[in-house]
């Protein structure tokens, strides 16, 4: 391809990018899921209405224990929502449910895509933009940049988040503005390439350490984010922040 013919081709996909859809590459979403029977079926319906129209989706239950399973295995398995369903025989964790997916994921590009409908799967198409132009090999959606929608909730979280983001970022000498977010997506050769150790939320830590590493041409777009209260089944808690700080240590320093 010509230097003339590749330029429109990269004008082409980022016209089609800008008006909100995507017919390649395939795109795997990742969705761990634990104890969310109350929004299963609204996060699915979400991230099947997504702009991408070449997508699988897998769906990794870690031993939900108030219903889920069983919601799953009645309403949602075979009901071709869902590429295809991996059940834990035992609790591991949002990293152990996220490695079982990535083993599972056959598309160009992943995503993760928590069950709690905290993320709009309405924005894949900006997420990935800049994986699909060749310009990143890597994404971070972050909650604190750009201007979309944010549900204002805790004070300490904030507080918590940007200490954490700091921390990481003296280790890697990158400049993100939200580590700890949801929202990563991944050339499927990059993410399968790296072995993934963390068993709970300190998976956002490691993996942010190991593609840092790997240097890896790294861009953040900035996401709306609708966060959760406990009382509405929020899980992260102090304990996790104390883990992501060892593992900041843990994967930059002692590795």
């Known amino acids: 391809m010509g230097k003339t013919a590749a330029l429109k081709d990269g004008e082409k996909r980022r016209a089609n990018t800008r008006q909100g859809t995507m017919n390649t590459p395939t795109l795997s979403v990742i969705i761990p899921c634990y104890n969310e029977r109350d929004t299963i079926h609204g996060i699915l319906a979400a991230v099947n209405a997504s702009p991408v129209a070449n997508k699988e989706i897998i769906l990794v239950d870690d031993c939900s224990t108030d219903g889920t399973r069983a919601l799953i295995k009645d309403e949602i398995e075979n009901s071709g929502k869902v590429a295809r369903v991996v059940y834990h025989a035992q609790n591991q964790g949002k990293g152990a449910a996220i490695r079982t997916g990535i083993q599972a994921a056959t598309g160009d590009i992943l995503v993760i895509q928590d069950a709690d409908l905290e993320y709009d799967p309405g924005e894949y198409c900006k997420l990935i933009a800049p994986i699909v132009e060749g310009q990143a090999d890597v994404v971070f959606g972050s909650r604190f ?74 861009y953040e777009v900035g996401i709306s984010y609708h966060g959760r209260t406990y009382s509405e089944g929020k899980k992260i808690g102090w304990k996790d922040g104390f883990r992501a700080i060892w593992c900041i240590l843990k994967y930059n320093l002692f590795r």
């Open 145 to 218: 940049a750009g201007s979309e929608a944010h549900r204002v909730l805790y004070f300490w979280h904030r507080v918590g988040n940007y200490f954490l983001t700091m921390l990481s970022n003296a280790f890697t000498n990158i400049n993100l503005t939200d580590m700890e977010t949801c929202y990563k997506a991944f050339r499927i050769e990059i993410i399968k390439g790296i072995s993934i150790e963390e068993n709970r939320f300190g998976f956002e830590p490691e993996i942010t350490a190991k593609v840092a590493k790997l240097r890896c041409r790294i």
